[in-house]
């Protein structure tokens, strides 16, 4: 072949920079995968560590790394860079900063043996979008969380501007979003209900700007059958957003057969399980968590409980992972519960590998703090959810299961931010046994039909990412 040929060979390499937060890597790892697989690109992706050594969670998904995935840890900040009672927020987005000549360091390098194709980062990791125009490529935001998240960002320049108190909410009256029902203001992140002249929010508010006019695209991670609001109300909006889930580990690392859970679930009966996680990063206190022990017993359901260590001052006391080897003696847990349950539940200390879980024919119920990945992965095994939100934007993603997909029922919160074991107990029988129960499980087997095949080659997610990449392609004539 001659020069022309030859040139037509070359593979074009993404690459995509994760902030430290574990909850974006897996998807992250996943849109790493499809842009290989499907789509006959390179792909390297770092992650921006906060900690040194990365954390036991990270280094298990390194270890599963897809094929022509190239995932790299980048230097964690030094560890009094911040003081420690930093917000997670805040110590992500100093990681990012911190890692920008590392990612320009890389980029060069990488750009030197084959060339870019564009250079893709989550919400946190933008200030990284200088090393993109200084190479001459697209930059792009992969949105990990759903669009109703997004639609209210990308719609917060426009709501400062309307609001005159001293915080977003001094008025009374719910955010109203297109296809959505009202958010009230104990639904809202943290960060958009600081003071309006605080760093954290003029921060933010920077950001969504930026978003609406500073990059070349927007990629989010959910699917119009799940949200059909995708792009609703923006009509305005500079910035193309292409729907691209749901992304979430669909390969999970390998593990043995004879793994202890999996080896428990295939002794239980079909769709008896409750599954309890919290994900990576959540953590309940040390009352709460006795509490829920006894709530877990008390239903009488079969339960598989991914248990974390409590941490009373937040509930996100795990969000950078934890280090490895990182277990106790679980003697938070009430005087005798292991005992106790030892017919009919099981406790683990260790990530959970929750796709093997979810997938299992056993597992009826997911009881979950509602990340974003831990809800995608549920929808895609038809598991029905108790939204147990904990930060973030997860009180938001809850009244989307609950009120707009129907696949969950929220967990009452009692006085004192506290749940007891009643309403514990009660919640799981909601989703395991009656009409309710048999509702949601209907509505998501079919949202579960219609995220395969949206997934599949033919499919809308499918078609969504090959649009966002032929626009990035039409950057290199």
């Not at 639904?187 to 930026?210: H, I, N, Q, V």
């Not at 690392?253 to 994900?279: I, K, M, N």
């Not at 997938?359 to 038809?382: M, P, Y």
Request: aromatic residues 6%.
């Amino acid at each position: 072949m001659g020069e022309e040929g030859q040139e037509q060979t070359v593979r074009r390499r993404v690459l995509l920079l994760c902030s430290p937060c574990m909850g974006h890597l897996i998807p992250f790892a996943e849109l790493s995968r499809r842009l290989v697989a499907d789509h006959g690109l390179d792909a390297t992706l770092l992650f921006a560590a906060a900690t040194s050594p990365p954390s036991a969670q990270y280094l298990a998904l390194a270890a599963s790394a897809p094929d022509g995935v190239d995932l790299v840890a980048l230097p964690a900040p030094p560890a009094d860079a911040l003081p420690p009672s930093a917000p997670v927020r805040v110590r992500a987005a100093h990681a990012v900063v911190s890692s920008v000549p590392r990612v320009r360091e890389v980029a060069r390098s990488l750009a030197a043996a084959a060339p870019l194709a564009a250079l893709m980062v989550d919400m946190i990791g933008t200030p990284a979008r200088q090393v993109a125009a200084e190479l001459g490529v697209p930059s792009y935001v992969f949105f990990t969380s759903p669009w109703m998240m997004l639609s209210l960002f990308l719609h917060l320049p426009e709501l400062d501007a309307s609001r005159s108190g001293e915080h977003l909410l001094d008025a009374t009256e719910p955010i109203c979003l297109p296809g959505y029902a009202p958010i009230h203001a104990h639904e809202l992140p943290r960060s958009m209900l600081a003071d309006r002249s605080s760093e954290s929010y003029t921060g933010l508010l920077a950001m969504a700007k930026e978003f609406r006019a500073g990059v070349d695209g927007i990629l989010v991670n959910t699917f119009r059958d799940l949200e059909p609001a995708v792009g609703d109300g923006l009509e305005g909006l500079e910035v193309p957003v292409h729907p691209v889930g749901p992304l979430v580990m669909t390969r999970p690392a390998r593990v043995d057969q004879d793994h202890e859970c999996l080896r428990w679930l295939d002794q239980q009966p079909h769709r008896s399980v409750v599954y309890v996680s919290f994900g990576s990063g959540g953590t309940l206190t040390w009352q709460q968590t006795a509490e829920l022990a006894l709530g877990l017993e008390r239903s009488q359901h079969r339960f598989i409980w991914a248990v974390k260590k409590p941490h009373q001052d937040t509930a996100s006391g795990s969000f950078f992972g934890t280090a490895q080897g990182e277990e106790t003696s679980m003697d938070y847990l009430p005087k005798g519960f292991i005992e106790r349950t030892s017919g009919i539940g099981l406790v683990i200390q260790a990530w959970a590998k929750q796709p093997l879980i979810l997938a299992h024919a056993s597992v009826r119920c997911f009881i979950t703090h509602c990340g974003w990945n831990s809800a995608l992965e549920s929808i895609l095994n038809a598991v029905p959810m108790i939204a147990w939100p904990l930060f973030a934007e997860q009180h938001m993603n809850a009244s989307l299961l609950e009120i707009q997909v129907g696949v969950a029922t929220r967990i009452k919160i009692g006085p004192h931010r506290f749940i007891t074991k009643e309403e514990i107990a009660s919640a799981i029988h909601r989703v395991m046994e009656g009409q309710e129960a048999e509702r949601m499980m209907k509505r998501a087997s079919e949202l579960r039909e219609k995220s395969l095949y949206d997934l599949s080659k033919v499919g809308c997610t499918t078609q969504a990412l090959t649009q966002a990449l032929a626009q990035i392609a039409d950057t290199w004539k």
